[in-house]
Nanobody
């Protein structure tokens, strides 16, 4: 069992940056792939990106276009999502996920945080 808590969301102007954090409790965080999703009102959950158990390989959604960076620290059981050059389309609730399979389909991730809201103003 893994519990995830996101933090760092808030209001930011277009062009600005935010860093989201994910803190995990439970065992064997280092044995899970980790990822981030987002969901805007009226839209489906969207794969932001994910990283492998040791952080060696990271994959991003097409919309990211080099603006976001995912990282993790297994010794601290934490992960982060650094977001730069934010625009209003990035407004959404952002979720941290972990699971045995790294994929774009939300169904492959068994553990989800409660989410943190990111709002980008124009």
């Amino acid at each position: 069992q893994v519990e995830l808590v996101e933090s760092g969301g808030g209001l930011v102007q277009a062009g600005g940056s935010l860093r989201l954090s994910c803190s995990a409790s439970g065992r064997n965080f280092e044995n899970w792939n980790m990822g981030w999703y987002r969901q805007a009102p009226g839209k489906e959950r969207e794969f932001v990106g994910g990283t492998t158990k040791n952080g060696e390989n990271t994959y991003y959604g097409d919309f990211v276009q080099g603006r976001f960076t995912i990282s993790r620290d297994n010794t601290k059981k934490t992960g982060s999502l650094q977001m730069n050059s934010l625009n209003t389309d990035d407004t959404a609730n952002y979720y941290c996920v972990v699971g045995p399979v790294l994929g774009r389909n939300p169904s492959v991730w068994p553990y989800w945080g409660q989410g943190t809201q990111v709002t980008v103003s124009s």
